[in-house]
T-cell receptor, first 113, second 111 residues
């Protein structure tokens, strides 16, 4: 169990640019989740995959956000035309089945200047 | 999901027990009580969860009031590594992945 891996750990981008983050879940965890955490707040749910199917999306996930998990293994989260309000920690988590605890990665911290 | 109330911060001394309270007066019968913690610069880490009975694991104990309107996370011997934000979260059994984190309790452990 090597844990959930996220890349990059930090990303600084200029407003209007596109960014993409990657998440590698724990091997054989078929459920994968994205959360966002702004400074001083707890994480907020964004979206959930079971294998390659995206089963739920929060209304926080605007049209500029898209998440994929093409082969049911790693996942990517892309933000198009970034805004300063997108600055946050983006956390990925995985679990082996529906009601098991979530295993979180250490996140990607995005700063939009 | 029902709301939880936690103190903003608590302090403890190393090697002493810590009792972290959580109030959830509007809990429903199907709500599980989950605890996660978040160490500085890390993602949240699962600690423990329960429904009605008290629970123990290698990290902590969870004491649930008989009316389930409150619960307490117990760290039996705090270490410096336990300094973190502790989140008490209610979630119904069918959707435990969509966790609603509040602001949690910032635990400081003094050497």
């Amino acid at each position: 169990d090597t844990g959930v891996s996220q890349d990059p750990r930090h990303k600084i981008t200029k407003r209007g640019q596109n960014v993409t983050f990657r998440c590698d879940p724990i091997s054989e965890h078929n459920r994968l989740y994205w959360y966002r955490q702004t400074l001083g707040q707890g994480p907020e749910f964004l979206t959930y995959f079971q294998n390659e199917a995206q089963l739920e999306k929060s209304r926080l996930l605007s049209d500029r956000f898209s998440a994929e998990r093409p082969k049911g293994s790693f996942s990517t989260l892309e933000i198009q035309r970034t805004e300063q309000g997108d600055s946050a920690m983006y956390l990925c988590a995985s679990s082996p089945w529906l009601n098991s605890p979530l295993h979180f990665g250490n996140g990607t911290r995005l700063t939009v200047t | 999901d029902a709301k939880t109330t936690q103190p903003n911060s608590m302090e403890s001394n190393e090697e002493e027990p810590v009792h972290l309270p959580c109030n959830h007066s509007t809990i429903s019968g199907t709500d599980y009580i989950h605890w996660y913690r978040q160490l500085p610069s890390q993602g949240p880490e699962y600690v423990i969860h329960g429904l009605t009975s008290n629970v123990n694991n290698r990290m902590a104990s969870l004491a649930i009031a008989e009316d389930r309107k409150s619960s307490t996370l117990i760290l039996h011997r705090a270490t410096l590594r336990d300094a973190a934000v502790y989140y008490c979260i209610l979630n119904s059994g069918g959707s435990n992945y969509k966790l609603t984190f509040g602001k949690g309790t910032l635990l400081t452990v003094n050497p």
